[in-house]
Nanobody, 126 residues
């Protein structure tokens, strides 16, 4: 069982930056692939970024590529999402997700993740 707690959301002006954190419980964090997803009002949840256990594989959604960076600190059981050059269309609830991964796999669809955090609101004003 893994519990995930996101933090770092808030209100920021367009062009600004935020860093989201996701703290995970459990002693086997390093064996989990981690992902960030977001859901805007009236829209389906969408993939943002993911990272494998070593940090060597980090796919991004096209909409955030070059602006967002995912990273992890296995010693702290934490995954991060650094968000720069934020746009109003980035406004959403951001969710952290985790799932057991073998052979360094990383997942980009929400159905592949078993564990989810409660979400943190990010609002970007224009």
């Amino acid at each position: 069982q893994v519990q995930l707690v996101e933090s770092g959301g808030g209100l920021v002006q367009a062009g600004g930056s935020l860093r989201l954190s996701c703290a995970a419980s459990g002693r086997t964090f390093s064996s989990y692939a981690m992902g960030w997803f977001r859901q805007a009002p009236g829209k389906e949840r969408e993939f943002v970024a993911a990272i494998n256990w070593s940090g060597g594989n980090t796919p991004y959604a096209d909409s955030v590529k070059g602006r967002f960076t995912i990273s992890r600190d296995n010693a702290k059981n934490t995954v991060y999402l650094q968000m720069n050059s934020l746009k109003p269309e980035d406004t959403a609830v951001y969710y952290c997700a985790a799932d057991k991964s073998i052979l360094g796999a990383v997942f980009i669809t929400d159905s592949e993740y078993e564990y989810w955090g409660q979400g943190t609101q990010v609002t970007v004003s224009s």
